[in-house]
């Protein structure tokens, strides 16, 4: 028991001790998206916030997470701001190529729709 | 309002989350190890979170859990789809619940979104019983780990958060730990398991936890667990 304890005592110890660094600067990203599901708050006002969290990441040197600019990219569309879509959509490839062949398919989908 | 308090206290929550998600299942799945074979030979590094089937009586559950899928899996070192663009995507090709959502053929998602893996979730508990005493938020979740390629199960896990962790004494220092940022989170929130959805996401899918998810390529620890060979 003691030895078991001692264990967990070091995992404790060493999951805060070390104090990991974040990869990503997240400001509000989920709760704005929450807010988003849940209709709590129009594209407007997410767009607001999230453009603001754009400069607080630039100013503590982190990127912002996956799906952030790609977000910021829907809520353009939904404003019917194609050219604000488009630049934070391709923003979000840049960023993180993972992305590419479903940011290619909304492009696609959006194109087609017009 | 707090949204703010998970925010700026997330490190600390997240440290306190991995403690209790230490003590919780530390002890428990002593001697299974979870065979992560085939989760190595797949490799994934882009992973799809459908949204999550709600099996729990609180509608809220759904949409609760998937905004908050992200941050753990992330910061595990993952690429992970818009979780608003991809709920988007489902309802704009004619699906419009969860259940549905998770019958799209694998081979399908693939071609759509260009994942490695994708994440199937199911909420099991989700709200908050209140009695004479006192008012309990619980959140349980399970996951599925699916390679989009071989359609192997990569990996599955289940995590539990509750208001109440701590309360009961045997918890020691850290449940009163836990219990003070809980109820500090809580008693600002007025949908009280959303917070609760947060801790229970975080213990499900970030890395590092006892027969939990690997880290995945964008993290430095990339390579260093589930017992990689020398």
């Known amino acids: 028991m003691l030895t078991r304890l001692s264990f967990v005592g070091a995992l404790v110890l060493s999951g805060c001790a070390t104090k990991p660094q974040p990869l990503y600067y997240w400001g509000d990203y989920q709760p704005q998206v929450y807010g988003h599901f849940t209709k709590d708050t129009g594209p407007q006002e997410q767009i607001e916030s999230l453009e603001a969290g754009l400069e607080k990441a630039r100013a503590s040197g982190k990127p912002v997470p996956p799906g952030y600019l790609a977000h910021l990219g829907i809520l353009h569309a939904e404003l019917q701001r194609p050219d604000e879509m488009r630049k934070y959509f391709e923003a979000e490839k840049t960023q993180y190529p993972e992305s590419t062949a479903y940011i290619d398919f909304l492009l696609r989908k959006y194109k087609q729709a017009k | ?230």
Request: hydrophobic content about 40%; glycine content about 8%.
């Open chain 2, 1 to 230: 309002m707090q949204f703010e308090i998970l925010n700026v206290r997330f490190v600390k929550t997240a440290c306190l989350a991995v403690l209790a998600g230490a003590l919780a299942t530390g002890c428990a799945t002593r001697g299974q190890a979870f065979d992560y074979t085939a989760f190595k030979q797949s490799n994934p590094a882009s992973i799809l979170v459908l949204p999550p089937i709600n099996s729990s009586p609180d509608v809220a559950a759904t949409y609760s859990m998937l905004s908050q899928v992200t941050l753990p899996l992330a910061e595990s070192g993952y690429y992970v789809f818009p979780v608003s663009l991809v709920d988007e995507t489902f309802r704009q090709n004619g699906l419009s619940n969860p259940p549905e959502m998770h019958e799209v053929k694998l081979q399908k998602l693939r071609e759509i979104f260009g994942a490695d893996a994708a994440l199937y979730i199911t909420i099991k508990q989700y709200g908050t019983s209140y009695t004479v005493i006192a008012s309990e938020s619980r959140v349980t979740a399970e996951a599925r780990l699916i390679d989009l390629r071989s359609e192997k199960v990569l990996w599955k896990g289940e995590a539990t958060a509750s208001s109440a962790e701590g309360r009961n004494s045997n918890g020691g220092l850290v449940g009163l730990l836990v219990q003070a940022v809980i109820s500090q989170i809580v008693e600002s929130a007025s949908n009280r398991s959303h917070p609760i959805a947060g801790i229970a996401s975080y213990r499900l899918l970030a890395a590092g936890m006892p027969n939990g998810m690997l880290y995945g390529p964008r993290s430095p620890k990339y390579k260093t667990d589930g017992n990689a060979q020398p």
